[in-house]
């Protein structure tokens, strides 16, 4: 089966650092995705792994290990517009790009 | 920059209506999606398409249809409106390929059945 786990909310100060992981077991990976979705809006693309490490774009980095089916999204020196929903999602190699998302991480940021 | 735009913000429907909700992108894109997003149970794939008029079932496609006649266009179509499909719908389009080809998401419908 498919099955990908996220924590529903985490909180953090302005500022800080904070982990959101996520852990995945299926089969058939072709790579992770990591969406940002702020309250009303779509979805917009932050990050794609598809080897073991850390891939680092600015103030978030995203990090994968493929043998221990786990993820997460680091958010360095928080704003407060960095409040928002933090989706995990996880591509199939059988083609069509298609995705299976986990339920959200939703991040409050707090002055 | 992709634009994939969604019909409307906001629909209410009757129960038994039948409901059309509309996407269109203007990036070419071979693959489209429609997804439903509803609280602790984050998006879920209702069907998705791959060229024009080839369709595939997602993971919950019962009482939707959809229709690919151009490229452009992807069209999701609720048969007879039910409350439990009250819930905010998204579409979606990529390119084909492997590598890093992220899906492209519309603002959202957000759908109520009364």
């Known amino acids: 089966g498919q099955n990908i786990d996220q924590p529903t909310e985490m909180t953090a100060t302005e500022g800080a650092i904070v982990q959101i992981n996520c852990t995945y077991q299926?089969?058939?990976?072709?790579?992770l995705f990591w969406y940002q979705q702020h309250a009303g809006e779509a979805p917009t693309f932050l990050s794609y792994n598809v080897l073991d490490g850390l891939e680092e774009k600015g103030r978030f980095s995203s990090f994968l290990s493929r043998s221990k089916g786990y993820s997460y999204l680091l958010l360095k020196e928080l704003q407060m517009k960095d409040s928002a929903s933090y989706l995990c999602?996880?591509?199939?190699?059988?083609?069509?790009?298609?995705?299976?998302f986990g339920a959200g991480t939703r991040l409050a940021v707090h002055p | 920059d992709v634009k994939v735009t969604q019909s409307s913000r906001y629909l209410v429907k009757r129960t038994g209506e039948k409901v059309f909700l509309e996407c269109v992108q203007d990036m070419d894109h071979e693959n489209m999606f429609w997804y439903r997003q509803d609280p602790g149970l984050g998006l879920r794939l209702i069907y998705f398409s791959y060229d024009v008029k080839m369709k595939e079932k997602g993971d919950i496609p019962e009482g939707y249809s959809v229709s690919r006649e151009k490229k452009e266009r992807f069209s999701l179509i609720l048969e007879s409106a039910s409350t439990n499909q009250t819930s905010m719908y998204l579409c979606a389009s990529s390119s084909p390929g492997v590598g890093n080809q992220p899906q492209h998401f519309g603002d959202g419908t957000r759908l109520s059945i009364l």
């Open positions: 299926t089969s058939g990976f072709n790579g």
């Open positions: 999602a996880f591509m199939f190699s059988g083609g069509y790009n298609k995705l299976i």
